[in-house]
């Protein structure tokens, strides 16, 4: 089923034109791999996706289970199941992660009623399956957080909401090989029930972990070349520039 | 009790009305003496030149004293019903019974319930309404009363000194720590009436209080004024933490004065929320005198729409090794203008001193305002002194992060607001941190609960 759908999408900020003519593709419960060089505009398409008003759709479409969702808000996005996890996750002083998350969780299950205890056992055998401290539910959101723990709270926060499509944005980079590991398999876990991942990377050490269907080289804020993991292998050798051709 | 009956004063002042609240209290002379030099000072002071403009208030067609319908009782049941609603829906008399030592409540210029349990007796407490107190304990009121704020200090101790009514007066005994919070509520009921009650605290050497202070009223469109003041005396080794929740109706003008003194090695806390008024002027000031004497303030302002609400801290360092750490916070929303005013004087001889200050202010909108303006003035330089001062917009990136969870823009906007208050909302007794959480979903239109 066709999850989500771009189709000729450009986007800008400011004046500047960032995204020039991206088609993609995802269906329910594929793995897509976005590689590129830095400031190409991958960062840029996710946001465009989840509706961040800092960019500009000047033409195209983003289909979402068959309807545009171009003009819905962030976080109508969100609700209908598009989850996007940053690679520099804000700090929310003086609330904690339980309470965050529960609220989150409220909005995107409404019909779901759950006490505050039976979330509070999910979120902590959540935690524990990322090898994360109890304690950090009850810390502030993200404040003071190291890299690696900003990463793994992003990952919690996808395996409480339970999205129809997660877009990650390098959410490999910096982590040791035991946090790579623990975050591959929090994000393999969260796809068991058919979850599309579309992961930004900009190494083909995630993909070991996390198998993508598709790789998708992008540069200069289009998708240049599509195909298996064996695009990144290539890549891994000779590098974008060889690649394009 | 009280035989001459005196309903209400006429608007305005003038020494009949205040020889009229006089002996309607039957007071001794000294305390009449207070009243008329005050009345004095009243008249020959100019109004403050800093703070709020307070051009529209209209001092002559204020109500100085208003009294309930009701006498001061000892029994909630003896309270008129009509009044007693308006602090059952407060939740007041189910605090009392579940987590309070002792409650007053008044209602606009005289409490009409003050009682404190009987094993705080045992030990010494003396828990009164001011009136009472002056009355029983006259040498023991007279040795404090408008020392830490002298009349003349400025036109509105002035006017309080003059026609002061109702209020709350303790003094706990050496080394007994009050196990419970006491609580004063005070509710302005009637239009177009100034609220002037006295507070007057004394923890002799060694012993514990906490003491909660609550105030409301009911909106009107003429301008109610309240210029209450509030004497902490804390002795030597003694604390006080003093945690106040103010959310006078928004056609108040709240002109208040809060000053605690500590001797050496005692501590005041102030938990402070500004939140109701139209306008309000608010400094709580400490006075550091005793070695060692130290002063915590958490506060938070919280201005919406139509309201200027200028407030501080003042700390005096006057003794070695004495500390002080300021946590302040402001928000303003919906045109709303905070004001954060702070002061740090380090005397010459309080060597060795330490005070750190932490001033922030979070706008949540284009059309709300904010300042802050510390001073901090040291006089000799073996203290430490430390300072840090935020003001900003409430950041969109932060907003964008919680709505990519699912979270509506006022959602996501209460839950920061929520945060951004949260050193001073976990201070809180729960069911005022309930109440406040409520306020703030009820300003941002968010339905976090
Ligand atoms: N908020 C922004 N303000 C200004 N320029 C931006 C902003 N976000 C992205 N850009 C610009 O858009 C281009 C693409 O950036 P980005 O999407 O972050 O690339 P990538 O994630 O592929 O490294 C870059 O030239 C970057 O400078
Ligand atoms: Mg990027």
Known sequence: MELIKIIDLHASIGEKEVIKGVNLTVNRNEIHAIMGPNGAGKTTLINVIMGNPKYRVTSGEILFEGKSILNLSVDERARLGIFQSFQYPEEISGVTFMNFLRLAYEKMHPDQKMSVLEFGDMMVKIADSLKMDHNFLKRYVNLGFSGGERKKSEILQLSALNPKIALLDETDSGLDIDALKIVSEGINNASKNGMAVVLVTHYKRILDYVKPKFVHIFIDGRIVKTGGIELAEELERNGYEEVRI | ?449
């Open chain 2, 1 to 449: 009790m009280t035989n001459n009956a005196l309903s209400k004063t006429e608007p305005g002042l003038n020494r009949r009305i205040i020889e009229e609240i006089s002996e309607s209290k039957n007071e001794p002379l000294w305390m009449k003496d207070i009243r008329m030099k005050s009345l004095e000072y009243f008249l020959n002071r100019p109004n403050p030149n800093f703070g709020v403009d307070i051009s529209a208030l209209d001092l002559n067609s204020i109500v100085n004293y208003v009294k309930p319908g009701a006498q001061n009782e000892r029994s909630w049941e003896d309270v008129p019903e009509d009044i007693r609603e308006n602090f059952e829906k407060l939740g007041i008399p189910q605090a009392e019974r579940e987590a309070l030592a002792g409650v007053g409540a008044q209602y606009d210029s005289e409490m009409v319930y003050h009682n404190m349990k009987e094993s705080l007796k045992k030990l010494g407490v003396i828990f009164l309404e001011m009136g009472t107190a002056v009355r029983e304990y006259p040498d023991l009121v007279k040795k404090y009363f408008m020392h830490l704020i002298p009349p003349n200090d400025h036109k509105f101790a002035a006017l309080h000194g003059a026609v002061w009514s109702g209020g709350t007066f303790i003094y706990v005994p050496p080394n007994v720590n009050v196990p419970m919070p006491i609580q004063s509520y005070y509710l302005m009921g009637s239009p177009g009436m100034g609220q002037f009650e006295h507070t007057l605290i004394v923890v002799d050497k060694g012993s514990k209080l906490e003491f909660i202070e609550g105030c409301s009223g009911q909106n009107y469109s003429v301008s109610n004024l309240h210029a209450g003041a509030v004497e902490i005396y804390v002795e030597e080794g003694a604390t006080v933490k003093f945690s106040t929740i103010e959310n006078w109706a928004k056609n108040t003008y709240n002109l208040n004065t809060k000053r605690a003194s500590v001797d050496k090695d005692g501590t005041i806390i102030w938990i402070s929320g500004t939140m109701g008024s139209a306008k309000t002027m608010l400094y709580p000031s400490s006075i550091l005198k005793g070695k060692g004497a130290r002063a915590e303030y958490t506060t938070i302002t919280y201005a919406g729409p139509g309201q200027h609400l200028d407030t501080g801290t003042k700390v005096f360092h006057f003794a070695p090794y004495t500390s002080s750490k300021v946590d302040s916070r402001s928000i303003s929303f919906g045109g709303g203008y905070a004001f954060y005013r702070g002061l740090v004087r380090v005397s010459e001889s309080a060597i060795h001193s330490k005070s750190s200050v932490d001033c922030s202010a979070l706008m949540v909108d284009n059309v709300s305002k904010s300042d802050t303006l510390p001073i901090i003035e040291v006089m000799n330089n073996q203290s430490e002194i430390g300072h840090e001062a935020y003001v900003g917009k409430i950041n969109e990136d932060q907003i964008y992060y919680l709505m990519s969870r699912g979270l509506t823009e006022d959602d996501a906007k209460a839950l920061i607001v929520r945060g951004f208050l949260d050193p001073f909302i976990k201070q809180l007794p729960f069911e005022y941190a309930v109440e406040f959480n409520r306020i703030i979903d009820m300003h941002f239109n968010s339905k976090i609960g």
